[in-house]
């Protein structure tokens, strides 16, 4: 059932359903990106408002080209996802890549928290 609905959120995210994504959180939902600074969603969003924030400062400064899931793994209350990302830099014209894993724990049918982890292309993009 968890991976169905983090499934369910992957579909969302690549048709630009962020309303959607912020209906399956939990009203205190932490999303914590370990990313370097330069990235303008790095660090830590508690709750639906804030983690709007984080989509919307995502949207803002990259244009996702590409964003296949590569592995859907769940072990209790938590899902790992793996895959890649491909994306343009808004700001600069680059285009960028990186490998990523997000790590989704989920109560109630709702994500309690979203953990992400991407490569150094990600940030090197930025520079």
Known sequence: ???????????????????????????????????????????????????ARYFQ?????????????????????NVVAMGDVSFRVRATGKAGSSAWVYIFNLANGEVRSFTQFNDQGLAEAFR
């Open 1 to 51: 059932v968890n991976t169905e609905q983090v499934k369910t959120i992957f579909d969302a995210f690549a048709r630009g359903d962020v309303a959607f994504i912020l209906g399956q959180l939990a009203d205190d939902a932490r999303f914590v990106s370990h990313l370097d600074p330069i990235v303008p969603w790095a660090g830590n969003f508690v709750g639906k408002d804030n983690v």
């Open 57 to 77: 400062a995502l949207g803002g400064s990259v244009e996702v080209l590409d964003h296949p899931v590569n592995a859907v793994v769940a072990q209790g209350d």
